[in-house]
């Protein structure tokens, strides 16, 4: 398989098993903010295998965001395929989103309550799982908009609902994990 095929310089792409369309069309929007927030995992992956402070922890997130990188390589496969099952490719199960539940509880039940907003910030890894639930949010409305044209596996939009909070949670956890303080807003200069 050759990295470039020249197919693109116009401006067009392949779906998979589907055709050509632009590279502005909602649904290669939708696939590429997927795979950007994917990278941003990557990148936490990478600074989780540098923390050496919260040994057990670190695996921990490490193996589930291994899992949640998987998840969105599926999400994206059906995303990219206007036919999935002309394409064989496997539906998106519910699962994911369960197993997200779990864990957004599981982290939760470890963190103070919430009494402000928190900005974005405190350690350098939790700035980091902000940014990837930013990415997340912008990447669910891009599927949102796809799917305002054509239908979206409703497991899919339920799965990156539910990812934007585990990101926060993991974020609000690694600052406690690292003794960072959170930043809470405050109204006013």
């Not at 590429?32 to 923390?51: C, K, P, T, V």
């Not at 193996?63 to 994206?76: C, N, V």
Request: hydrophobic content about 45%; aromatic content about 8%; charged content about 25%.
């Amino acid at each position: 398989m050759r990295i470039y095929t020249r197919g693109g310089d116009q401006g067009e792409t392949s779906l998979f098993r589907g055709g050509r369309v632009l590279k502005s069309a909602p649904r290669v929007e939708a696939c590429g903010s997927l795979d950007e927030l994917n990278a941003w995992l990557g990148l936490i992956r990478a600074e989780l295998a540098g923390a050496s402070r919260f040994e057990a922890e670190r695996s921990e997130w490490d193996a589930f965001l291994g899992k949640i990188q998987a998840w969105l390589f599926q999400a994206g496969a059906v995303l990219a395929a206007p036919d999935p099952e002309r394409a064989k490719v496997e539906p998106f199960p519910e699962e994911p989103t369960q197993e997200l539940e779990r864990a957004i509880d599981a982290l939760d039940s470890g963190l103070p309550p919430l009494k402000a907003f928190i900005l974005p910030g405190g350690s350098r890894l939790a700035a980091q799982v902000h940014v990837a639930r930013t990415v997340a949010r912008r990447a669910e409305r891009a599927v949102v908009a796809l799917h305002a044209e054509e239908p979206v596996p409703g497991p899919i939009l339920a799965f990156l609902n539910r990812l934007s909070d585990y990101l926060f949670v993991l974020a609000r956890t690694a600052n406690v994990a690292l003794g960072s303080d959170e930043i809470m807003w405050r109204p006013g200069p």
